[in-house]
């Protein structure tokens, strides 16, 4: 049943982009969300009923829990996370970083991930126990072991107050390390971690339809990932950091370091 999951959902994953890649240069609404930074189009909104309507179609008996609409999160069993634009502000500025994300839990756990890049033509899929793939190649995590050598990616809280409260872990970390990135896609950077492109991210503000495709492609690349805080990640946490075991590590001791600093306590 998985095969027959991951095989409709990925077909599913290439028409909702196909869908967006129609209506990039017709974005009818804006609206704002929790913030005047968070922002929702009329596309999201349509992306996501086609997304549920055809997997629904092939799996009736599913539940569905997306970032748009009033669809309640009951319990993660044989349960669909959408997001249907990840990286809505790329998407309203015509950046080519923003995905089609869709994963599927079974008992509490992620077990299918897809994230599809419609724009760059890359598409990175996972399921539990059979590797990750981009565009049907095997990939894998860095390898990069020191602060100093990492690339990390991160993104900024669309809750204003986190905003002014996470500056100083920026300013703090950007000495450290080779470098920042914020593509304004969290399921991009945590894949782009999976295949090496970046060697971790980090973010203190993420809801579990942002992440969950990416985590199970994360893991089967060889990825780790634990809440900002250092603890076990859960589908409820609302922070992520990501990278391989030993960078990981490295990043938990950096953020424990600065936690009785000002503003430490992410
Ligand atoms: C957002 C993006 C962004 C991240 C935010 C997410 P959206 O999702 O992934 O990179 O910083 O935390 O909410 O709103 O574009 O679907
Ligand atoms: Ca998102
Ligand atoms: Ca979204």
């Known amino acids: 049943m998985t ?15 196909e869908f967006l890649l129609s ?16 922002l929702v189009t009329n596309v999201d909104l349509e992306a996501q009923e086609l997304i549920i309507s055809l997997l629904k179609t092939s799996f009736p008996d599913d539940f569905f829990f997306g970032e748009e609409g009033s669809i309640s999160l009951e319990h993660l069993n044989k349960t669909w996370v959408i997001d249907p634009i990840d990286g809505t502000s790329n998407f309203i500025y015509r950046l080519p970083f923003f995905s089609v994300s869709i994963a599927f839990f079974e008992l509490g756990v992620p077990t299918i991930g897809i994230v599809h890049i419609p724009e760059l033509r890359e598409t990175f899929w996972a399921a539990r126990g059979k590797g990750a793939y981009l565009n049907g190649k095997r ?6 072991k020191t602060l100093d050598s990492a690339l990390i990616a991160t993104g900024f809280p669309y809750d204003i107050a986190l905003r002014e409260k996470s500056a100083s872990l920026y300013t703090e970390l950007l000495p450290a390390v ?11 950077e ?3 971690v999976a295949c ?13 339809y942002d992440i969950a495709a990416s985590l199970v492609v994360l893991s089967e690349a060889g990825g780790e990932f634990k809440s900002l805080d250092g603890k076990e990640w859960e589908p409820t946490s609302t922070s992520l950091i990501a990278a391989n075991h030993h960078l990981l590590l490295e990043l938990l001791e950096f953020l424990a370091m ?4 000002p503003n430490g306590n992410l």
Do not use: M
């Open 139 to 144: 990939i894998c995590i860095s390898g990069k």
């Open 178 to 188: 080779n470098d920042l990135r914020a593509y304004g896609a969290a399921s991009i």
């Open 196 to 208: 090496g492109r970046f060697d971790a991210y980090f973010e203190p503000q993420v809801a579990l």
């Open 23 to 38: 209506k990039k240069e017709a974005i009818l609404t804006i609206d704002q969300k929790s913030s005047w930074a968070d």
């Open 190 to 192: 945590l894949c782009y």
């Open 258 to 261: 600065r936690k009785n600093r």
């Open 3 to 17: 095969e027959k999951r991951l095989e409709t959902a990925l077909k599913v994953a290439h028409q909702a982009g």
